[in-house]
């Protein structure tokens, strides 16, 4: 090899371990949303239930993401994508949840945030980002504060989500959920 070519070559070797953390893949939790997830089941908005009135929605099964329901660790939320069958709004909502006995505290809540919905039934589905700057505790649950959402896959069951009549209070005790709903929450978080 030349010598010539050699320095060119150590000096990208250099420049490739000089690049920063940013020039990595973003860390995400949440829902794996790509322009192919429908909001199957989503529309007309689905209401709180058992009763209406504002209700908090925790998350305790990201689609197409197995596990990836918890922050991974300590940051900053920098943008939530959402994909949403119809027009509506809602409030972020983190909380610590314990799935296996269907309780959750909130830790933190955020301003209202409104959405359009898909222009057409049809794919690609619209992602709607938001710019935020949230907090965010590692194995903290993304969850809603809403009346109704259609950011939502209905398609299998089980239990994905805790819903809490009346919305978890930030900074309450873990509270026992009012029913649990077989639909993901199309949400998902990115850090900075």
């Known amino acids: 090899m030349k010598s010539s070519t050699r320095v060119l070559v150590m000096a990208a070797m250099a420049v490739a371990v000089l690049l920063p953390a940013s020039a990595s893949?973003?860390?995400?939790?949440?829902?794996?949303l790509t322009k192919n997830v429908q909001p199957s089941n989503s529309t007309p908005a689905h209401p709180c239930e058992p009763e209406t009135g504002k209700c908090s929605r925790i998350s305790l099964d990201a689609y197409s993401n197995p596990g990836g329901h918890k922050a991974p660790k300590v940051g900053t939320i920098d943008k939530i994508?959402?994909?949403?069958?119809?027009?509506?709004?809602?409030?972020?909502?983190?909380?610590?949840?314990?799935?296996?006995?269907?309780?959750?505290k909130a830790t933190y809540l955020g301003e209202k945030l409104e959405y359009d919905g898909q222009p057409d039934a049809n794919s690609p589905y619209k992602i709607e980002?938001?710019?935020?700057?949230?907090?965010?505790k590692k194995n903290d649950h993304l969850g809603i504060v809403a009346r109704?959402?259609?950011?939502?896959?209905?398609?299998?069951?089980?239990?994905?989500?805790?819903?809490?009549?009346?919305?978890?209070?930030?900074?309450g005790p873990f509270k026992d959920a009012d029913t649990?709903?077989?639909?993901w929450l199309l949400l998902e978080a990115i850090y900075e």
Do not use: H, Y
């Not at 649990?180 to 639909?183: I, R, Y």
């Open 129 to 136: 980002t938001f710019n935020v700057n949230v907090p965010v």
């Open 148 to 171: 109704k959402t259609s950011m939502l896959r209905c398609n299998s069951g089980g239990e994905k989500q805790l819903i809490f009549q009346g919305p978890l209070d930030v900074g």
């Open 25 to 32: 893949a973003a860390t995400k939790f949440g829902a794996e």
């Open 81 to 104: 994508r959402i994909i949403a069958g119809d027009q509506g709004s809602f409030r972020l909502q983190l909380a610590k949840a314990k799935g296996n006995i269907l309780q959750a």
């Open 180 to 183: 649990v709903d077989g639909c």
